[in-house]
């Protein structure tokens, strides 16, 4: 079964810093990948689609990285706003369906 | 203004049946659709995907048989028939719109609770 592994699944951080979170995907599904930011109590928000593709209206701060099977989204000099569960998901091209990461709970240190 | 409005969730007994609704609007029908849902403290799991002219469905195997997932495009609504529900079924029910195998028009979610 095609699987996401998204890492770390909590980061600790302050305002200001600079952090990433990873994705690898367990077979080679294109650059069809997604990052979406979730709230609680909110719809996630597409951040980056296509692996680098920032969505309009997202800060420049966001952006996504790709190497083989391994993806990236990286924040630069967080903002309080920042703080939220991040997930990755990619289209599975053989069972038709959207896979999602167990989330990156990213929170305030 | 695009957006997408879901509803038709609530408390709902093992073996029960539920239908939700997704009304859209500012868009056209030409997209595919999804729900996805988050049940409590778990992360986003997607559920079901249909395509413009309902020519392509696919279903989660956690949901496989047991939900429907169809749409009216002259009513800009999507619709999900959940039958047999579980408690693990409980969840918030997102309605989502599909562009480039990702999703970036997102409802607020209607709450399912299945409960004795």
């Known amino acids: 079964d095609f699987q996401l592994t998204q890492s770390p699944s909590i980061l600790s951080a302050s305002v200001g810093d600079r952090v990433t979170i990873t994705c690898r995907a367990s077979q080679n599904m294109g650059n069809w990948m997604a990052w979406y930011q979730k709230k609680p109590g909110k719809a996630p928000k597409l951040l980056i689609n296509k692996a680098s593709d920032l969505q309009s209206g997202v800060p420049s701060r966001f952006s996504g990285s790709r190497s083989g099977t391994d993806f990236t989204l990286t924040i630069t000099s967080l903002q309080p706003d920042d703080f939220a569960t991040y997930y990755c998901q990619q289209f599975d091209s053989y069972s038709r369906g959207f896979a999602f990461g167990q989330g990156t709970n990213l929170e305030i240190k | 203004e695009v957006q997408v409005v879901e509803s038709g969730g609530g408390l709902v007994k093992p073996g029960g049946s539920l239908r939700l609704s997704c009304e859209v609007s500012g868009f056209t029908s030409s997209y595919s659709m999804n729900w996805v849902r988050q049940a409590p403290g778990k992360g986003l799991e997607w559920v079901s995907s249909i395509s413009s002219s309902s020519s392509h469905i696919y279903y989660a195997d956690s949901v496989k048989g047991r939900f429907t997932i169809s749409r009216d495009n002259a009513k800009n609504s999507l619709y999900l028939q959940m039958n047999s529900l579980r408690a693990e079924d409980t969840a918030v029910y997102y309605c989502?719109?599909?562009?480039?195998?990702?999703?970036?028009?997102w409802g607020k979610g209607t709450t399912v609770t299945v409960s004795s």
């Open positions: 989502a719109r599909v562009i480039d195998d990702s999703s970036d028009v």
